[in-house]
């Protein structure tokens, strides 16, 4: 088994790296607020004071920050990841960052003789929980495969896309699919009520039509519940339709509808419901409040 460094214990880093430490790994945690390490330090891992140390020593570095800043922060900064690692370490980062962000941590780390993997997932908290995300792998091919035991540990499906920054595209992808279905169901929700449909009915068919998909099965009752609990917080989908938008334009694409959903996300955001449960949009366009 492999010595891992993991930065950053949120709600879905702290479970991945639980499934690690489940698979035999032995772990070198580092996250700002030190108490989230607490149930990981419980079980053996070393907590360290920034993410240098963690790596320092490590096979592996794995990374689940919020966005691009904390990802320079933790990769590039001044105690950053990158600088401490030794030649030949591979780092897993499964933050949603821009491929841009992608690309310049891996050249860093290439000047460094570091492989840099972009690893974004897909999945929220009970598929991190139960080992079943799907994982999108920007970089290096080789080290892509001598990854795999650790992959294998976090997700159900592993994927390599292609070059540096790929994973990172197609997470961004996923990710505006996902909220622009999520609106849909928002409003579907409404007229649905509004025109006094049984909602466990509602459920039953779209569950079972054309529509049904995780996103349906998981969101749409959380709406009709009024339950806003996050599984993922609005903000950060705000955050990545924001970075979808600015790729879609360095590549010259219209994106219409991204924009519009983005737009309902911002105004969510904007109304202090950034904290709750991205499918919280339905606030918003219901003009509802929590």
């Given at each position: 088994m492999s010595t891992v460094a993991f930065l950053g214990l949120g709600a879905m880093g702290s479970r991945m790296a639980m499934n690690?430490?489940?698979?035999?790994?032995?772990?070198?945690?580092?996250?700002?607020?030190?108490?989230?390490?607490r149930p990981l330090a419980d079980q053996g891992a070393e907590v360290c004071d920034s993410p240098a140390a963690a790596a320092k020593g490590a096979e592996f570095v794995c990374s689940m920050v919020s966005d691009d800043v904390a990802t320079r922060a933790v990769m590039?900064?001044?105690?950053?990841a990158v600088e401490a690692a030794a030649p030949g370490t591979i780092v897993l980062d499964s933050s949603?960052?821009?491929?841009?962000?992608?690309?310049?941590v891996a050249f860093a780390a290439r000047e460094k003789g570091v492989f840099y993997l972009d690893a974004p997932v897909s999945g929220s908290l009970p598929q991190a929980q139960a080992k079943e995300l799907v994982i999108m792998v920007g970089g290096d091919r080789a080290a892509?495969?001598?990854?795999?035991?650790?992959?294998?540990?976090?997700?159900?499906?592993?994927?390599y896309i292609?070059?540096?920054?790929?994973?990172a595209t197609l997470k961004l992808i996923n990710n505006m699919l996902s909220a622009s279905l999520t609106l849909a169901l928002a409003e579907a929700a409404q007229v649905a009520e509004a025109g006094n449909i049984d909602r466990d009915v509602a459920l039953e068919v779209l569950g079972a039509g054309a529509t049904g998909c995780r996103l349906t099965k998981?969101?749409?009752?959380?709406?009709?519940?009024?339950?806003?609990?996050?599984?993922?917080?609005?903000?950060?989908?705000?955050?990545?339709?924001r970075y979808f938008l600015a790729l879609a334009q360095e590549l010259d694409r219209p994106v219409p509808l991204a924009a519009l959903v983005r737009s309902q996300y911002q105004a969510a955001r904007r109304a202090d419901f950034g904290k709750l449960d991205s499918c919280?949009?339905?606030?918003?366009?219901?003009?509802e409040k929590q």
């Open positions: 690690l430490h489940a698979a035999g790994h032995k772990l070198r945690v580092y996250n700002r607020d030190k108490a989230k390490a590039l900064g001044s105690k950053g949603t960052n821009t491929p841009a962000m992608a690309r310049e892509f495969d001598k990854a795999q035991p650790l992959l294998s540990a976090m997700g159900s499906m592993v994927r292609g070059a540096a920054g790929a994973g998981s969101r749409l009752p959380k709406m009709f519940k009024r339950d806003f609990s996050a599984l993922f917080q609005l903000s950060l989908m705000e955050k990545d339709l919280a949009v339905f606030l918003q366009s219901a003009g």
